[in-house]
């Protein structure tokens, strides 16, 4: 089993819409967690920092649970250009794990 | 700007030479890196961890013969395609990470631009 799974996708949300997905994470000692985004033949950028409970950035959201080993990223008011695969990350001191991404179309 | 310089963007050879690629972390010191390869339409794939000064730990089914990687300082890291096939052709992506254990907001990762290699 892998240590960071993640629903591969794709959703395909209307412009404007609210779209949710969660990670899994099986390894209890990982100590953060990020959310990459990324975009056809380009390289992964850092979306967003997950270090305690949760936290927001502008129309995104990302939430830990740490009882139930997941986290969450939630895409508000959608944009076309959030059209992208999301990979989630979990770290701690000696290891970092990549979940394979989940694909967001976003349609005008 | 970039935090992380990988070299070369593109790169198109023949059949039994070998390709070295560059990563290197431009203004921190890289604890530890990572080298991916991406199919099209499919997902990033672990290929080694590399800390500075020791030998990288390669997955499962990656053959290190073939897949040399050098990590001589805490800034630049190379992985070399040994006798490049057809079947090497993808898109290579290195990371950089710095981590202070105990820290966790000191972690910093960030990813290099990507080499798309074809081999002909």
């Known amino acids: 089993r892998k240590e960071v799974e993640q629903d591969p996708g794709p959703f395909n949300v209307p412009e404007g819409a609210t779209v949710a997905f969660n990670c899994t994470y099986s390894?209890?000692?990982?100590?953060?967690f990020f959310w990459y985004r990324q975009d056809c033949r380009k390289e992964p950028k850092l979306l967003m920092s997950v270090y305690s409970s949760g936290n927001e950035d502008g129309r995104f959201t990302a939430q830990l649970n740490r009882a139930s080993q997941y986290i969450s990223l939630l895409i508000r008011d959608s944009k076309l250009s959030d059209s992208a695969t999301y990979l989630c990350?979990?770290?701690?001191?000696?290891?970092?794990?990549f979940g394979a991404g989940t694909t967001v179309t976003v349609r005008a | 700007g970039a935090v992380v310089s990988q070299h070369p963007s593109w790169v198109i050879c023949k059949s039994g030479t070998s390709v070295k690629i560059e990563c290197r972390s431009l203004d921190f010191q890289a604890t530890t890196m990572f080298w991916y390869r991406q199919f099209p339409k499919q997902s990033l794939m672990l290929m080694a961890t590399?800390?500075?000064?020791?030998?990288?730990?390669?997955e499962q089914g990656v053959e290190k013969d073939k897949f040399l990687i050098n990590h001589a300082s805490l800034t630049l890291s190379t992985l070399t395609v040994t006798s490049a096939h057809p079947e090497d052709s993808s898109f290579y992506i290195c990371?950089?990470?710095?981590?202070?254990?105990?820290?966790?907001?000191?972690?910093?990762?960030?990813f290099g631009s990507g080499t798309q290699l074809s081999v002909l």
């Open positions: 990371s950089a990470r710095f981590h202070r254990q105990g820290f966790r907001s000191s972690e910093k990762l960030f």
């Open positions: 590399s800390n500075e000064g020791s030998k990288a730990t390669y």
């Open positions: 390894n209890s000692a990982s100590q953060s």
């Open positions: 990350v979990g770290a701690n001191d000696y290891k970092l794990s």
